[in-house]
Structure formats: C-alpha cells, structure tokens
C-alpha cells in the first residue's frame, strides 16, 4: 500500500464546508486505490491569525514542508472584516502569497469546463456555447505586479503615493511558456498566448521569449491576443481556446471570467505546480456572502482532488471516474444554488448533499 501526507488547510468563509466533502472523496479514492492519504490538518488564512497570531503560522509551515501535496481551501474575508487585521498579515498578503512563493507554484491550471450536457449552467447562449466549453488557463503565479518591488510613502509635494513593479526576468517567462508549449502539444496544438506588448514593456519581453520557446514545439500553432480582446472573445466564442498562457494578474482576472462563462465560479479548481512540491485550491474565493449556509458548491475543491490524484500521484483514471460522478450528479438534476437560473428545472441541494452524492456515483463507478 502507497502512503502519502496530505496537508489540509480548511481556509476561511465557506473554505470548511467544501473541505469536508473533499475529503470525503479523497479518502474514497484512497480506499478505492490501496492508497493510504495521511490528512495533515493546519491552520491557515484569517482564522489562523485570530487562533495563533499568524496567518501562515510555523506549524502549517513545518506540516506542508513534510506534505507530498497539499489541498487547500480559499482564505480571506469580506472587505469590512479584513480590516480587524494588519494589511501585512492579511491572509492574501500573509499567507496566500507567502504558500505561493515558498514553493515556487509557477504553473497555475485554471480549468475551465462545461460539457454539453450541463451547457445550461451557462449565461451564454446555447448556440455560442456548441458542444460544451473546454478550455484551460495557464496563469504564472509567482511573478509579475504581484511579487515586483512594492513602494510607498509621501512624495516630495507631500502627496501620498504608490509604486509597484512589474517584473519578469526571462527565465520566469521560458519556464512557464515550455509548460504552456507542452500542454498545448498534448491537447489540440493551439496555444493562445495572452499579451498587453501594444503598452506593456513585461509583454513585449512575454512574447519575445514565448516565440524563443516555441522554436522547440514545431506541432504547436501559437496565437498572440490582447488581453482586452481575449476578455470580449471569452464571451462571444470560448470555443475558440483551449489552452491559453499569461501573465499572473491577466489570469487572475480571466480565469474568474472563466468561473463566469460557466455559471460560478464554484465550478472553477485549480493546481498550483511548482518544482518540488504542488498544492491544489479552487480559484475562487470564501465567499462570505454564502459562507455558514451549506449552499456553497463543493464542485471546485473536489475537483482539485482530482487534480492532485492526476498530477501528483498519477491516479489518472480515479481522477477521471472523480469528474464523471460530479458530472452523474449534474445530470441527474442536482445542483448547488450557485447554478440555478431563472425559469430553470434543477433540484437545489445542499454542499453536504452534493458531496454524498459524488461519495454514491464513485463507489458505484
Ligand atoms: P469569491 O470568489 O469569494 O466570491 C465571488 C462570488 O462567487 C460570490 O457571490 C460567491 O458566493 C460566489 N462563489 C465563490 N465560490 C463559490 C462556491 N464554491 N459555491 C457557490 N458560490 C461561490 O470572491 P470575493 O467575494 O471577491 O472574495 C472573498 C474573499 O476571498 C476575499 O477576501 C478574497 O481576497 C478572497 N479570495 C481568496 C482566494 C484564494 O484563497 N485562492 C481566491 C479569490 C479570493
Ligand atoms: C486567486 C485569488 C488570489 C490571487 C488572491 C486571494 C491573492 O484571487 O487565487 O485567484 O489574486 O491570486
Ligand atoms: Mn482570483
């Protein structure tokens, strides 16, 4: 029998009630698998400052180091309630970031997908939508405006300012473009490189080094896009794409958009890779609004299982089965109330109602 730790970070607002119906599934997958997942749990985010004075404390520290993958729910708090802490030991700036960096989770994949059969879930048309939405985001995560030089002060005419850097050297860059290149080559061979080189010196340098990077991947047809005009063609044919490569704050942003197209952002997971060492997390959110309810959708944080039992621990076919049953549960007629829609026939169900149902579809798969 395999071992492996796993350390669990439940996150902030609804980050424990879709942790509990991921774990649910991944200690399925083990059994399923003669695979033992030790559950390392450590606190992390807005409620690991107000319990141990520190968002990212030493422990959760200690407890990731010694983890073979790490899940981890969404931290953060509504606008209003962030401020009981320091800006610096806000859990985006105090703990996110810091995860990010001491790992070095370059590489951010940012699915997003919606087979036909649950097109409906979508605000876009059914005929914009065709056969289903299949694309995926690749978002740099441990550069550019988020990681660059960070100044502020009082200027000379006593105003206050700010001035913070946007930084890629070309290193950064090829590393993320050959993981982009080789994704691509293993998917539909398109590449959609997303730039802002009409204003941005950072893109001009992107692209520069992405041809440089492409020389290596013949297979590979790259299209260059703005990052605006890529906003507008997400809505009016994400048909198009199907693997698209940027910057991280460009893929902060469209990857929500990505969340958008399909209806929430509860159907959004993700993988953070890095080097040595991969955490997975949903790219949404604690949603506060929602949290405390039982409504949220576990969709996303489950769906990072999968992600990890693929690109961890090359479960490929217990990942796949993981989909098909949240897929089962869809068409059945269930959903979260994050999917309903105006005039819509699903029955609404609860997070924990969700979770116990992909439990029923994987065992029985
Ligand atoms: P959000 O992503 O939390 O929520 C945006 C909207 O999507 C809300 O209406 C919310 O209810 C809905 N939503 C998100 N996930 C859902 C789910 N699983 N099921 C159903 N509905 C869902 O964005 P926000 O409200 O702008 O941010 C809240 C906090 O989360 C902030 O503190 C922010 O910094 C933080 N945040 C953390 C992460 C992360 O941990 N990786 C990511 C994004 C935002
Ligand atoms: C995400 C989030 C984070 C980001 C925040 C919480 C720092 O929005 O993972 O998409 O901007 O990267
Ligand atoms: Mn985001």
Redesign the pocket.
């Known amino acids: 029998m395999s071992t492996y730790k796993i350390a669990i970070l439940d996150?902030d607002?609804?980050g424990p009630e879709?942790m509990t119906e991921a774990v649910k599934i991944l200690e399925l997958a083990g059994e399923r698998n003669n695979t033992k997942f030790e559950l390392l749990r450590a606190p992390f985010g807005a409620s690991a400052y107000f319990s141990h004075g520190q968002s990212f404390p030493e422990e959760t520290k200690a407890i990731c180091d010694e983890a073979d993958a790490i899940l981890?729910g969404?931290?953060?708090?509504?606008h209003e309630e962030?401020k009981k802490i320091p800006v610096d030991e806000q859990p985006?700036r105090g703990a996110?970031l810091p995860l990010r960096r001491r790992y070095d989770t370059f590489a951010n994949f940012r699915p997003v997908y919606l087979p036909k059969g649950i097109a409906h879930f979508s605000p876009l048309k059914p005929e914009i939508i065709g056969d289903g939405i299949d694309f995926i985001i690749i978002r740099e995560l441990v550069g550019g405006l988020y990681f660059g030089n960070k100044e502020t002060g009082v200027n000379a005419e006593g105003k206050r300012y700010v001035n913070e850097s946007l930084e890629y050297d070309e290193d950064q860059i090829a590393r993320i473009a050959k993981v982009a290149f080789e994704t691509a080559s293993k998917r539909k061979k398109v590449l959609h490189n997303i730039h802002k080189s009409n204003v941005l010196k950072s893109s001009v340098l992107w692209n520069e080094v992405m041809e440089e990077v492409g020389k290596d991947f013949p297979e590979v047809e790259v299209k260059h896009i703005l990052v605006d005009a890529a906003a507008t063609y997400l809505c009016l044919n994400p048909g198009q794409f199907d693997v698209m490569v940027m910057e991280n704050m460009f893929g902060d942003i469209l990857s929500?958009q990505g969340g958008g197209i399909l209806g929430?952002?509860?159907l959004m997971p993700s993988a953070c890779m890095g080097p040595e060492k991969a955490y997975y997390?949903?790219?949404?959110?604690?949603?506060?609004?929602?949290a405390g309810q039982g409504?949220?959708?576990?969709?996303?944080?489950i769906g990072s299982v999968a992600m990890m039992l693929e690109m961890s621990f090359n479960m490929n076919d217990e990942a796949r089965k993981v989909w098909h049953a949240m897929q089962s549960v869809f068409a059945d007629g269930y959903s979260?109330p994050?999917l309903s829609r105006p005039g819509s026939d699903v029955n609404l169900i609860s997070t924990s109602d969700f979770g116990d149902r992909v439990v029923n579809a994987l065992s029985n798969s």
């Open positions: 996150g607002g609804i879709i981890k969404p931290i953060g708090l509504s962030s985006e996110l929500d929430s952002l509860g997390e949903p790219s949404h959110g604690s949603a506060p609004d929602i409504i949220a959708n576990p969709y996303s944080m979260t994050d």
